[in-house]
Structures are given as structure tokens and as C-alpha cells.
């Protein structure tokens, strides 16, 4: 399985991008979307309907036009689900889970720590909230994938200039400890599995500032697997030069 996530920043924008052609010429068997800002009657028919695919949307309830996310896939799940028992989270549409039956596939927009950051604490009970249930689940033996949007780069390689950015909500100590303690437990960072000590690798730049221009970026979307899933993993990959957002898309090809 090929399997592809991307904050599009907006799936109505990022459709007037060349969307529709990069799903074509990719080719993925499962993409997991962030913010797509958008209810799902407000999605265009070329993606809801995408030609090959299952689709499957968790809008924001509480706010339009803000945070969803959506999975496109060739296989049929066994069941789908977006909620996770906590109303404040399961509101924000960040969150869809997809259960294939040998192993469950989440797609998750975390929170953003905000304008000095004043939600930092409503995102680590994000995190905490989330890889509890995440825990629960693999006690019945099924492996677990975690993509999309982190919002938050886990060591300094992962960002261009990590000193001017140690008091920046996305690379706080007490953000990058999440990290450190799914490593503890026995997750994997999939893209470090292949390319350990590999500088530049990022995955967002802000457009304000065009700083994709000098790849003044950060690594913050990921793919986290559980441990008993690395036999399965064969290769994990960044694609940059895919344009339309201020995210780029990555992948990981999953034998499963």
C-alpha cells in the first residue's frame, strides 16, 4: 500500500492546483488530507468522487471553513470512524481513523499551539488524549499508523533554524517531548527509518515570508508506525517539488 498524507491548506484551493492530476499521476492507494476547510456538500465532485476511490470527510462542527480532514482509498475499510469520545477535540474535525482489519490507518490534523501560545496546553490533551486510545487499540493487536500534521518538528534537524525557534509553539520542549515518548513506547518515525541524518528534509514553509524559496523550512507531517508494523515498512519519502500548499505531501509504502 501506498500511502500518501498532505495538508492541502484547503481542498477547494489546492483542486485549482493541479490536485486532480498529481492523485492521477501518483497514483496512491490510501491519501490522508488535513485542513481541508470545507463541510463535505462543499467538497468538489472531483475529489468527493474521485474515480477508484472510497471517500471519507470529518468537517469542523464548530467553526466553518476550519481544520478537516478527509482519506481517500482504493480499499474499502472495514469501518470508518471520527470521533474519539472527548466533545472539544471531536468538534475541531481533526481526526479520521480507518480500520482495514490487519491494521488501523489515522489521519489527524493536530492542533496548532496558536498566537503566543495560548493553545499549546489544549494540544498536548490533543496528544495525550489521542495515542491513549491509540495504546488501548494495540493491546488488541493491531498495528497503527499516525499521519498528517504533527505541528510540531521533533529535533533540530527537522527545522532550519531551531535556536531562533526554541520558544516558538511547533518546537517547544514540551511539544518535542510527545515525540520522544512515542519513541519510548516503541513507535517509529518512519521517514528517520530511511534517512537518519539526512538536513533539509522539510515538509512546511511559510508562505508569508516565501521561504520554500530557500527552503527555509520544517519537517512536521509524519508517518508514525507502531513497532510490529517496521517488518511491513519498505521505504518512506518527502515530495517537495509537489506544489499547491504550503505542506508538501509524504508517503510510505506499506506491505500489508
Not at 485549482?16 to 496512491?28: I, M, N, Q, S
Not at 512536521?220 to 510490529?228: A, E, K, L, V
Amino acid at each position: 500500500m501506498k500511502i500518501i498524507s498532505w495538508n492541502v491548506n484547503g481542498i477547494r484551493a489546492v483542486l485549482k492546483k493541479d490536485f486532480v492530476e498529481w492523485l492521477r499521476a501518483t497514483k496512491p492507494d490510501v491519501v490522508c488530507l488535513q485542513e481541508t476547510k470545507a463541510d463535505e456538500a462543499q467538497i468538489p465532485a472531483d475529489v468527493l468522487e474521485a474515480e477508484g476511490y472510497h471517500t471519507f470527510w470529518h468537517s469542523c462542527s464548530i467553526k466553518k471553513g476550519y481544520s478537516g480532514v478527509g482519506v481517500l482509498t482504493r480499499i474499502k475499510p472495514e469501518s470508518v470512524n471520527t470521533k474519539i469520545g472527548i466533545d472539544e477535540f471531536d468538534g475541531e474535525g481533526r481526526i479520521i481513523e480507518v480500520d482495514y482489519g490487519s491494521f488501523i490507518l489515522y489521519g489527524v490534523y493536530f492542533p496548532n499551539g496558536s498566537t503566543e501560545n495560548r493553545r499549546v496546553p489544549f494540544k498536548m490533551a490533543f496528544y495525550d488524549a489521542l495515542f491513549a486510545r491509540c495504546e488501548e487499540q494495540r493491546k488488541t493487536g493491531k498495528g497503527i499508523v499516525v499521519c498528517g500534521d504533527y505541528n510540531t518538528a521533533h529535533r533540530e534537524i527537522d527545522l532550519a533554524r531551531p535556536k531562533e525557534n526554541s520558544g516558538t509553539t511547533g518546537f517547544l520542549p514540551e511539544e518535542r517531548v510527545k515525540l520522544d515518548e512515542l519513541e519510548q513506547r516503541g513507535w517509529i518515525d518512519t521517514f528517520r527509518e530511511f534517512h537518519p541524518d539526512e538536513e533539509g528534509a522539510y515538509t512546511y514553509w511559510d508562505y508569508f515570508t516565501r521561504a520554500r524559496d530557500r527552503n527555509v523550512g520544517w519537517r512536521i507531517d509524519y508517518h508514525w508506525i507502531t513497532s510490529d508494523l517496521r517488518p511491513a515498512l519498505k521505504n518512506a519519502w518527502i515530495e517537495p517539488d509537489v506544489m499547491g500548499s504550503d505542506h508538501c505531501p509524504v508517503g510510505i509504502m506499506l506491505n500489508v
